[in-house]
Each structure stands twice: as structure tokens, then as C-alpha cells.
């Protein structure tokens, strides 16, 4: 209350000003309110992404059903995976041995020991470190190996006890060629323990591929020396990424390659139809009469010695199998003159429909592969193995692979040959295995040898450089050794069914959390309800509360068209084929199930009925997800590929529905700021004004307050 006019000027003013102020309050209200619904249309995009991303990974090429489980028939022996392409059988395997990480320790060495200097070599495989340690403590050895040998081994040190340590030194390699192999010049290995002081001789197996670029002099040698076999040789061409060589057809290419009788060889090569002997058959089917005039103009004499005279194949044809080589012997060329004697004219026009038919029909490509060498006596020998192709067909990746002892019956040999009479070759590899020595020097504290893995497939061999991975063995298949075996083991192929299981779960639990999400923000206020009973007996009845976006229609399209995917019949692209969801026990509710809640559309799962789907036809069950429908390698239908369609247009962050929502919003709450500071700002002028007016409304009411005291006063004095 002012204290002069007796008003309370101040108190009014702000009654006045709070009035003025209730359309700024709204403005703020409106802003709360568009903030809790942009809160909620990101958790509608949370909600819409995991069913997305959800939906995405039943037909991913990663996902539960791109890739089945590898099972042995003992649990744990061997595992792995395979892509759904690979062959569903059973393979026998057994496990003969691990692949091992070459491991080496020191002699116990004393912790206060004073180590000399020296310079040693470790190699790994293809891989060398010089070193040169200055000398120092085992520890200072330790850390000097640590840091110099990172990238080929695991060094670490173990204290034995108080004055004694170990160093360990591990391979990073697995399997025989990651062998660590030692040069020791000043004896600082030897005098740790890590080699003993005697080298010894070890023979390995070594595979050399020829580089056709460096070793074309080879080549360009063999052509000009003489060749054991008196045919023109034919010119040839390497590549320029110098990974293949071009023969051209009907010709010889030789290789001076000096190998004794244990070396084995194998050509890898591609067969095929030149393209000057495709027109030549061509012209010669189609103009017989031309070529055979032309035969006739070059020597007449011969036609007449050709009624006479028939030229013929005799002989048996040799086959002999050497290991996994079939060896064929040539067949002889005999010449033999017919008898004159009568014959029928049937006779002679099926003797005559052959030959023609004969003479018309190409004979088969022939490709020869071989080595020469001299003999005793100083005389050139061959041996060859050749390759026959029917002159319609081609051949790519062919390969011819033999230990030159089957050849040259245990001789060494000068080199090698090959030779085309009619096809055109493209040499792709050519690789060359001998035994070489080598002198090493013996680990003395070998704690795991290096030694490939080893296993039996089916009864056959193989040999790799490590356990984990292994996808060269059979096709589909990515198969990982865990252990020995005593015996074979059957290795399945078979559905990832608890994966997929889990994985159709959370797909289910994402659409049902983003459908009640989006069912109780979409809540309208139409529908009375009762929420409970009065003290009378007699029901209350109340309205329900309206949602947040009762009044928006993008959710209510969301809710509808995600269920219209889910309720859908799809194509079934086989006799066993599901066509809906719950053909594989997913559905909104049992039969007999309260109706309020299978309206309300959430879905349920009958898990044992899903097992034994994926049980009966897992390919069925994928592709009720996604199919491809039009056979393109696209997946374009099923339920999850047209739940991703209906989803895209809502999660795109650039012109999506829920972000063109938000944005929206943003505008809004923007634009009522700036309303609200315009009215803040007209409203501080408004309040000044009143404060100015009430100022001069109380000066003059003290005023006149002054006038009657004074009036006042002056008629008391009067009197």
C-alpha cells in the first residue's frame, strides 16, 4: 500500500500486468507441449528403427538364416559355419592333428647375469629380422626382443623363482611355416639355450611358380636350340600382368628346366577353339564340293589312288592309370588296299554316308604335356600325357600334374613341353616342386612344435597352417578344428534354429512395442469406459484421455499398414512353402483367446510350432520373411522386405514424415518465442506507462490531501 495516497498502486499494477501477460504464458505453454511431442515422435522413431533394423536382419546376407551351423556328431570336436548354398550332407571327418604355434624358451637364467653383445637372425616363414643386441641383463634382453620382434613373435618373461627367469618366444604364425628358424654368429642364442651348438639338415618341399615375364629367356632358349621333336614350334605371348601365356594353336613351346626324378610338376591351363579353326570347319561343311576340288587341282593322280587305297586307325587304344594320370597310348596309322569285290548299292551308300560324316565331323582337340632328356647313349627321349576335347567344347582351368619319375622312368630330365596339334592354349600356371635341403640349427627348449593341422575329409588328407577358418576345404562350408579326434566324426549341416528363433523374437517384441506405443499416443477421447464402482453399487463412468496425437492421422496409417503386412498372404515358391505367419506359429492370439486382446493386434508365438517349421523347411521359413519373387537376386517380397517399405518413408532423416513432424514443431516453438518476446517487450512499455500514470494520479491525490489539511486548518483557526 502506498503510504501518500493510500492505494495500493503497486499490487494493482502487477494484477494489470498478469493479466496482460496470460497470452505469453500460453505461448509457453504451446512450447511445453510441442517439446513433449517432439520427445515423442523421436521415441516413435526409436520404436519404428528397431523394427527396421529388426526387419533388415531376417533377410540380411549376415543374419541367423544367410548362414547355417556346422554340427559334428560329438559336440565341440568340430564347428563352424556355412552359407545356405552350401550341400546339406553329412562329410566324415576326423582330426588327426592341430595346427601349433612354434614355441621355444631360454635356459633358467640368472636375473643379475651380465649377458654378452652379439647380433643374431630370427626368421618366420619368408619373413628375416637382423638383430644386434648390445648386451645387458636377461630382462634388458627380454625387452629388446619385445620391442624388435613384434610383428613375427609373443615374447614374454617368466621369473622361475627369486634369482632365476625364463624367456618364452612364441610364433605368431601357426602350422610348419611358422617354424622360427635362428643364425647365431657370436653364440648369444646358443649360450641362452634357445639353440643347441650343432646344425643339422632338414629337407623340405618347395613349390616355384614360373614368372613367365623373368623367365621368358627360358622360353626364347628352347626355341632356338633342338628340339627333340622335329615339329615347327609355335610362338607364344605372356600377358602383361605376366600371370598367363598364350600358345597359339599347332605348335610346340619348350621350358629348359634342368629336375631330378622326385620333382613333381602341374600345368594349369585353358583349352579352347581357335577361332582360324572354327571358319576352316565352317567352309569345309558348308562347301564340300569346293574343298574337295580344291584337293583334286593339287594332285589329280591321288583321287584315283584314294578309290584303292583307305587310310585307318588299328591298334588298341593303351590306357594306363598312374595315381590319379590316366596315360594314353598313341594309336597306330596303318595303310591297307582294298580287295575288289562286288557290293551292293546299299552297301555302298552307307560305306559312303560314313565316310562323308566322318570327313564332316571335327576331331577332338589334342593337347600334350611332357619332359625330354637324354639317355645313355646321348639320344633324345619324350614322354608325353595327353589331353583330348571335343572340338565343340572348351575347357578352363584343366590341370595336368605328374612327378617326372612317371615320365622318365626314373631319370632326370632336361625339361619340359607342350604342344597343341589344334586347340589354342592359355597357360595360367606352371609350378614346379622339389625337395631342397637346407641347414639349420636345432631349438634345444622346443615347447610346441610347429606342425600344420591335419585332417581326413571323407578319407582324404589335407594338410593347413591353422585351425580356425578353414574355407578352402569344402565348398560352403568355414569349418574350425577344435580338437583331436580318435576317429571320424559326421559334420551336418544344419539351421541356426535357436538363433533364427531369437532373432524372429525380437523382431516380434520391436512391432509390438512400436504398435502400443503408437496405440496409446493415438488414444482418442470418444469412448466411455468404466473405471470403477461407486459406494451406491452404481458404475462410474468416465471419459478416457485423449492421446498425445489423438488428432493426428500419421500413426493411425503407421498401426494400419504395419498389420496389413503381417496379416497378408505372400507366394509360396515351393510345394512346402508358408504363405502367412501363422503357418509358422505367429499370430495375434490362439483360437478361443479373449477378442479384447487379439484386437488389439499384438503378436504371439507358438515356439514349438515355429521349431519344427525351420525343422521341416527352414527355406520356407526365410523366405515367408524375403523372397525374390521375379528371380533377379533381389529380395522383393515377404513379410520383413514390406515392413522395410512401409517404414522408409517414416525413418528418412531428410523428407521423412517423422522428421518433416519434428521440424514442424521446431517452427513452432520458435515462432511463439518470438511472439512471446515481442509481448515481453510491449508489455515492459505498458508497465512503465502505468507506473507514470499511478505516479501522477497519487501526486495529485496528495496534492489535494494537502489542500484539505490545509482548508481544514484554516477554518479550525477561524473559528
Same mark, same amino acid.
Given at each position: ?41 523421436? *521415441? ?75 647380433? +643374431? ?110 615339329? =615347327? ?33 602341374? +600345368? ?59 596315360? /594314353? ?18 552297301? *555302298? ?37 595327353? /589331353?583330348?576335347?571335343?572340338? *565343340?567344347?572348351?575347357?578352363? =582351368? ?88 580318435? =576317429? ?232
Amino acid at each position: 500500500m502506498d503510504l501518500g495516497s493510500g492505494m495500493d498502486t503497486r499490487g494493482t499494477i502487477k494484477k494489470l500486468m498478469d493479466l496482460e501477460r496470460i497470452p505469453i504464458q500460453r505461448l509457453d505453454q504451446q512450447n511445453k507441449l510441442h517439446e513433449i511431442r517432439i520427445s515423442a515422435w523421436n *521415441e516413435v522413431r526409436k520404436h519404428t528403427t528397431q523394427l527396421e533394423n529388426e526387419s533388415r536382419n531376417l533377410q540380411s546376407f549376415s543374419g541367423s538364416f544367410a548362414v547355417n551351423a556346422v554340427v559334428s556328431s560329438i559336440p565341440g570336436v568340430i564347428s563352424g559355419q556355412a552359407t545356405p548354398q552350401a550341400n546339406p550332407g553329412k562329410q566324415e571327418i576326423e582330426v588327426v592333428q592341430l595346427a601349433t604355434n612354434h614355441a621355444l624358451r631360454t635356459n633358467p637364467l640368472e636375473i643379475e647375469t651380465e649377458l654378452p653383445k652379439g647380433s +643374431f637372425t630370427i626368421k618366420v616363414d619368408e619373413q628375416k629380422l637382423d638383430l644386434q643386441y648390445s648386451g645387458g641383463k636377461p630382462k634388458s634382453l627380454l625387452n629388446y626382443l619385445k620391442n624388435r620382434t613384434s610383428t613375427l613373435l609373443d615374447i614374454n618373461g617368466v621369473q622361475i623363482d627369486a634369482q632365476n627367469m625364463i624367456i618364452a618366444l612364441r610364433s605368431k604364425k601357426s602350422g610348419a611355416r611358422g617354424k622360427m628358424e635362428f643364425e647365431d654368429p657370436d653364440g648369444l642364442l646358443q649360450k641362452i639355450g634357445l639353440i643347441g651348438s650343432q646344425s643339422v639338415e632338414e629337407k623340405e618341399w618347395i613349390d616355384k611358380p614360373i614368372d613367365w615375364q623373368a623367365d621368358k629367356i627360358r622360353f626364347q632358349e628352347a626355341q632356338d636350340s633342338q628340339s627333340p621333336k622335329k615339329t =615347327g614350334l609355335a610362338s607364344f605371348k605372356v600377358s602383361d600382368t605376366n600371370k598367363q601365356l598364350y600358345l597359339n594353336a599347332s605348335g610346340q613351346l619348350q621350358y629348359s628346366l634342368p629336375l631330378r626324378p622326385a620333382a613333381k610338376v602341374s +600345368f594349369k591351363l585353358s583349352i579352347q577353339k581357335p577361332a582360324q579353326a572354327d571358319e576352316k570347319a565352317i567352309d569345309s561343311a558348308s562347301n564340300p564340293d569346293q574343298s574337295s576340288a580344291a584337293d583334286g587341282k593339287a594332285d589329280s593322280g591321288a583321287k584315283e589312288a584314294e578309290k584303292t587305297m583307305l587310310q585307318r586307325e588299328t591298334g588298341p587304344r593303351i590306357t594306363v592309370r598312374v595315381g590319379d594320370i590316366e596315360l /594314353k597310348g598313341q594309336n597306330i596309322n596303318r595303310t591297307a588296299r582294298l580287295q575288289d569285290q562286288t557290293t551292293n548299292p546299299a552297301q *555302298e551308300q552307307e560305306g559312303a554316308a560314313e565316310t562323308q560324316n566322318d570327313q564332316n565331323s571335327p576331331k577332338p582337340m589334342l593337347v600334350s604335356v611332357g619332359v625330354y632328356w637324354k639317355d645313355k647313349q646321348g639320344k633324345n627321349q619324350t614322354q608325353i600325357i595327353r /589331353k583330348e576335347v571335343p572340338f *565343340e567344347q572348351s575347357i578352363v =582351368g584343366e590341370v595336368i600334374s605328374f612327378e617326372v619319375a612317371q615320365l622318365s622312368g626314373g631319370e632326370s630330365i632336361e625339361g619340359l613341353f607342350i604342344e597343341n596339334k589344334d586347340a589354342s592354349v592359355v597357360l595360367a600356371e606352371l609350378i614346379t616342386t622339389t625337395e631342397e635341403s637346407k641347414t639349420v640349427t636345432k631349438a634345444v627348449n622346443e615347447t610346441t612344435p610347429a606342425q600344420d593341422a591335419i585332417a581326413k575329409i571323407n578319407g582324404i588328407e589335407i594338410k593347413r597352417s591353422q585351425n580356425r577358418n578353414l574355407t578352402d576345404i569344402i565348398d560352403g562350408l568355414s569349418l574350425d578344428l577344435n580338437q583331436k579326434t580318435d =576317429g571320424s566324426v559326421t559334420v551336418s549341416v544344419e539351421t541356426r534354429a535357436d538363433d533364427i528363433i531369437q532373432d524372429i523374437q525380437r523382431w516380434m517384441e520391436a512391432y509390438n512395442q512400436l504398435l502400443v506405443f503408437c496405440r496409446e499416443l493415438g488414444r482418442n477421447s470418444k469412448s466411455d469406459f468404466q473405471a470403477n464402482v461407486g459406494p451406491n453399487g452404481q458404475p462410474i463412468v468416465q471419459k478416457e484421455k485423449a492421446g498425445l496425437f489423438a488428432s493426428d492421422s500419421t500413426l493411425r496409417q503407421l498401426i494400419t499398414k504395419i498389420r496389413m503386412q503381417t496379416a497378408q498372404s505372400f507366394p509360396v515358391l515351393d510345394r512346402n512353402g508358408f504363405s502367412v505367419l501363422s503357418d509358422i506359429g505367429i499370430s495375434t492370439g490362439a483360437p478361443g483367446q479373449n477378442w479384447d486382446d487379439i484386437k488389439t493386434g499384438l503378436l504371439v508365438l507358438e515356439e514349438g510350432k515355429l521349431r519344427e517349421s525351420l525343422k521341416k523347411n527352414p527355406e520356407g521359413v526365410r523366405q515367408l520373411f524375403a523372397s525374390d519373387v521375379n528371380e533377379d537376386n533381389i529380395k522383393d517380397n515377404g513379410v520383413a522386405i514390406k515392413l522395410l517399405d512401409v517404414l522408409k518413408p517414416y525413418n528418412q532423416r531428410a523428407g521423412g514424415l517423422i522428421t518433416a513432424r519434428i521440424d514442424l514443431l521446431q517452427e513452432k516453438i520458435k515462432s511463439n518465442k518470438q511472439e512471446g518476446n515481442r509481448k515481453e517487450l510491449s508489455l515492459q512499455d505498458k508497465e512503465e506507462n502505468l507506473r507514470r500514470r499511478f505516479g501522477r494520479m497519487e501526486s495529485s491525490v496528495k496534492r489535494n490531501q494537502s489542500i484539505s489539511e490545509y482548508l481544514k486548518r484554516q477554518g479550525q483557526n477561524n473559528q
